[in-house]
């Protein structure tokens, strides 16, 4: 009996338990990053759009008011947001123009206890008219 082979009962399970585990563990980590991504996203929207209103709506200078309106909304829900305001040029309250707003956010991939791993920019556009009746000074 010294010849024999070991035995491979239970073998199959373990091999299962692995396999499944290959696929399962990804799925669950996919699952887990959409809804912070998501959450950001719509962030990232609403924080264009919020900057696009304040600097239409703005008197002196428009770009500083989207910012300031942005800003506080990022810092508040622990976002490192990039701002750009007019494609990164001059804004123009001049009647029937644009007000532009691009609002860029890192998400984590994954929280863990020892830190952030991976990341996934999210980002959003709005313009915003300026009005065609607007009184300017």
Do not use: N
Not at 34 to 62: C, H, I, M, N, Y
Not at 93 to 117: A, F, N, Q
């Amino acid at each position: 009996m010294a010849g024999k082979p070991l035995s491979q009962r239970g073998s199959a399970a373990l091999e299962l338990a692995l396999g499944m585990g290959l696929f399962v563990l990804p799925a669950v980590v996919l699952v887990l990053a959409f809804s912070p991504w998501l959450e950001a996203k719509t962030f990232a929207r609403s924080a264009a759009a919020e900057g696009a209103r304040a600097a239409v709506l703005a008197d002196a200078d428009p770009a500083e008011a989207g910012i300031a309106a942005v800003q506080p909304m990022a810092e508040a829900r622990g976002y490192d947001a990039e701002i750009v305001m007019c494609g990164g040029g001059p804004c123009s309250l001049e009647r029937g123009s644009y007000i532009t707003v691009e609002v860029t956010i890192d998400v984590p991939l994954i929280l863990t206890p020892w830190g952030e791993v991976g990341g996934i920019p999210v980002s959003a556009f709005h313009a915003e008219p300026v009005d065609a009746y607007r009184s300017l000074p």
